[in-house]
């Protein structure tokens, strides 16, 4: 047993105290700086169908193959829908608490890596808040935060649990953190496992002949994925047609990048080195960090080897999404800047008090400036489909039968915050920017989008004729609009008109 009056006893206490008071502003200050909670928005236009489809199997007799192109690659659908069943919860709610579960992983993995890095306590919940300043990891189409439950969210929190494990010399639970991000999101657990093998391979020289094992291993099931697995077909060139339907996802192709991307992205190597030898200097590197800095500095050169297979416009290099390596950059950069402010060669308690009351005040005004300026309409959390017009109208889709089909502005993800397969759980004939997103993993798809974007045209211009003629040939049965149509009016909320195409 531990005396009462163990310092290392009370030191343990003290520091779980003190992260279970930061996990809720954390959370909160998360969401304000992420532009409040919000259910159904932009990736969920693909997650959540890939759940519901799993749910009720005959949702999306149309859309099946689009949710499937990218669904057959995860296994996150799956389980979103084995829990469903299990408990009964609802979608909605369950994508709330997968939300505050993200977090709260994320949390407890900067606090654990925060303690073994930093002197105090008070330079880790700097950088707790240093990471609620949600921001973009420039053209890799991804974020520091998301506004909803993403996986790629939950994996990379994972991930940083997975550091905290490999910094404490444990394992089975880097390994099984790892796995778990797998199950998430493939492609963030697989720059976590590469970074964490380098480290353990530098770190432990008895490590090295497992290491190199399970590399061949993982190299076999590579090649075996790629010839006749998941990811057949995967090394094909894609072709100009198909390229040009992704012309807007610009975060696809670094070589097209301006300069200022470049800059920004590759600057967080030499900051990650110039404060690893300052903290080296001071005599505070502690083990396994040489690892991790070195097993991350890896990543680049991953992204490096890429760049030619990215040129050629091979399909696995350009889906794989390579640059979200600067995410994990990024993580290592902003840990190591915070312990420049908070303790640097001359740490003092109060330095890194300070340090972390700048740092949260700075997150609780941009924050606050988001919610209560750049986004006034938004609640700090939407935990369904919004009782608006547009929310009204879907609650009556989910009235029609399971197979109807619907027509909708292309962009309607975006201008109402919902789309029709979310808010709806009907098929939708385009949506135009996720479409697109999934277009890249299967060129049918792709072309399919294209097609049916050129077949619509300008949505405001839709005359009964046409939009009758697009029923008759695609089998779509409702059109919504705000466009009054001399069509057979099915429902109406406010501006919102639901017509009857057949």
């Not at 649990?161 to 390994?175: D, E, N, S, V």
């Not at 090394?235 to 470049?262: E, G, H, N, R």
Request: aromatic share 10%; charged share 15%; net charge positive.
């Amino acid at each position: 047993m531990v005396a009462p009056d163990d310092p290392a006893a009370q030191g343990k206490t003290a520091s779980l105290w003190a992260f279970a008071l930061s996990l809720i502003p954390f959370i909160f200050l998360s969401t304000l700086n992420a532009a409040g909670y919000r259910y159904g928005a932009s990736d969920l236009a693909f997650y959540v169908p890939a759940a519901l489809v799993q749910i009720n199997p005959s949702l999306f007799p149309r859309d099946g193959a689009l949710i499937a192109a990218q669904a057959k690659l995860t296994a996150i659908d799956e389980v979103l829908a084995g829990i469903v069943h299990v408990t009964g919860i609802s979608l909605p709610s369950l994508f709330a608490v997968l939300y505050c579960v993200s977090l709260a992983v994320l949390a407890a993995g900067v606090w654990l890596v925060g303690s073994r890095l930093y002197r105090t306590a008070e330079t880790t919940l700097a950088l707790a808040a240093a990471l609620t300043l949600r921001h973009a990891i420039a053209r890799s189409g991804t974020n520091t935060l998301e506004a909803y439950f993403h996986p790629r969210q939950l994996a990379f929190a994972c991930g940083v649990l997975a550091l905290a494990g490999f910094l404490r010399q444990k394992p089975a639970l880097t390994i099984g953190l790892v796995l778990a991000a797998g199950f998430l999101h493939p492609t963030t657990a697989l720059w976590f496992a590469i970074w964490l093998a380098v480290a353990a391979a530098i770190e432990n020289r008895q490590a090295r002949v497992p290491l190199a094992a399970g590399a061949v291993l993982a190299g076999l099931l590579g090649v075996w994925a790629l010839t006749s697995g998941p990811l057949a077909g995967r090394l094909t060139i894609m072709d100009p047609d198909w390229l040009a339907t992704l012309s807007t996802k610009d975060y696809l192709f670094p070589l097209q990048w301006p300069l200022d991307v470049w800059f920004i992205n590759l600057i967080y190597a030499p900051v990650i080195v110039v404060i690893y030898r300052r903290r080296l200097a001071a005599g505070v590197v502690v083990r396994g960090e040489t690892g991790l800095v070195m097993g991350c500095l890896t990543l680049l050169l991953i992204f490096a080897l890429s760049l030619p297979f990215n040129a050629a416009r091979v399909a696995l290099a350009v889906q794989l999404q390579i640059p979200r390596i600067f995410w994990m950059l990024d993580f290592v950069a902003t840990m190591y800047v915070v312990w420049i402010f908070a303790e640097g060669a001359a740490p003092t308690v109060r330095r890194a008090w300070v340090t972390a009351a700048v740092v949260t005040l700075a997150s609780l005004a941009r924050g606050s400036y988001v919610m209560l300026v750049k986004f006034p309409e938004r609640p700090v959390a939407q935990l369904d489909v919004a009782d608006n017009d547009w929310g009204r109208a879907m609650a009556w889709a989910r009235t029609t039968p399971d197979g109807s089909g619907w027509v909708a502005d292309p962009m309607h993800a975006i201008k109402y915050g919902t789309s029709v397969r979310v808010a709806g759980q009907r098929d939708v004939f385009v949506e135009a920017v996720k479409d697109t997103a999934i277009g890249m993993y299967e060129r049918s798809i792709a072309i399919r989008t294209r097609d049916h974007l050129l077949e619509l045209g300008n949505f405001d211009s839709l005359t009964p004729a046409r939009a009758r003629s697009l029923g008759m040939r695609y089998g779509l049965d409702y059109l919504v609009t705000e466009n009054a149509l001399e069509l057979p009016l099915a429902f109406q909320s406010g501006e919102m008109r639901v017509y009857r195409l057949r």
